[in-house]
T-cell receptor
Framework: EAQVTQNPRYLITVTGKKLTVTCSQNMNHEYMSWYRQDPGLGLRQIYYSMNVEVTDKGDVPEGYKVSRKEKRNFPLILESPSPNQTSLYFC?????????????FGPGTRLTVL | RKEVEQDPGPFNVPEGATVAFNCTYSNSASQSFFWYRQDCRKEPKLLMSVYSSGNEDGRFTAQLNRASQYISLLIRDSKLSDSATYLCVVTSSGGFKTIFGAGTRLFVKA
């Protein structure tokens, strides 16, 4: 089944404890992206990747890192999480970047930082 | 000012009603336009792309006015299953950057 998977789905952690949220797609998509969703603000793009080893900042990259060593994986790293990073996180992928390419989303990761 | 603005609603309509959602965007260099649907606590899913010529998919019609930087979605003959949040989405920079509106919540009642 074609899908985007994220792990973990739920995570409660404490301030400063490094964590990684994994994202994997099995559709051979070139483009992948991370978003966070907060009430009243909608989804905001954190980072995106156009292909292996090519990443760039979205609108809210502060406090996050990403890497794209393989086409299928695009992990999101929080080196020192803070309470303002408590949010619902979505990973997405599309076949290629460009006009009118549908993004497929993972099921989301609900992160709470205490 | 937000780059993509939507009326947050909620819109409460009876089954069978016609409902229209509006969206405005501020970046005139925006390239692609979409409506996504999001059910409560679930991932967004593409409802339809929005083209300058306007496009229709069953009960759903989308329009784009580039001069006014305005996008609309019309839902005819609303069903209970249409209850969801509708997200206006705009891309730029070759499709790499994606901006979501905050969403419009729709409740369809029996």
């Amino acid at each position: 089944e074609a899908q985007v998977t994220q792990n973990p789905r739920y995570l409660i952690t404490v301030t400063g404890k490094k964590l990684t949220v994994t994202c994997s797609q099995n559709m051979n998509h070139e483009y992948m992206s991370w978003y966070r969703q907060d009430p009243g603000l909608g989804l905001r793009q954190i980072y995106y990747s156009m292909n292996v080893e090519v990443t760039d900042k979205g609108d809210v990259p502060e406090g996050y890192k990403v890497s794209r060593k393989e086409k299928r994986n695009f992990p999101l790293i929080l080196e020192s999480p803070s309470p303002n990073q408590t949010s619902l996180y979505f990973c997405a992928s599309s076949l290629i970047a460009g006009d009118y390419n549908e993004q497929f989303f993972g099921p989301g990761t609900r992160l709470t930082v205490l | 000012r937000k780059e993509v603005e939507q009326d947050p609603g909620p819109f409460n309509v009876p089954e069978g009603a016609t409902v229209a959602f509006n969206c405005t965007y501020s970046n005139s260099a925006s390239q692609s336009f979409f409506w996504y649907r999001q059910d409560c606590r679930k991932e967004p899913k593409l409802l339809m792309s929005v083209y300058s010529s306007g496009n229709e998919d069953g009960r759903f019609t989308a329009q784009l006015n580039r001069a006014s930087q305005y996008i609309s979605l019309l839902i005819r003959d609303s069903k209970l299953s249409d209850s969801a949040t509708y997200l206006c989405v705009v891309t730029s920079s070759g499709g790499f950057k994606t901006i979501f509106g905050a969403g419009t919540r729709l409740f369809v009642k029996a």
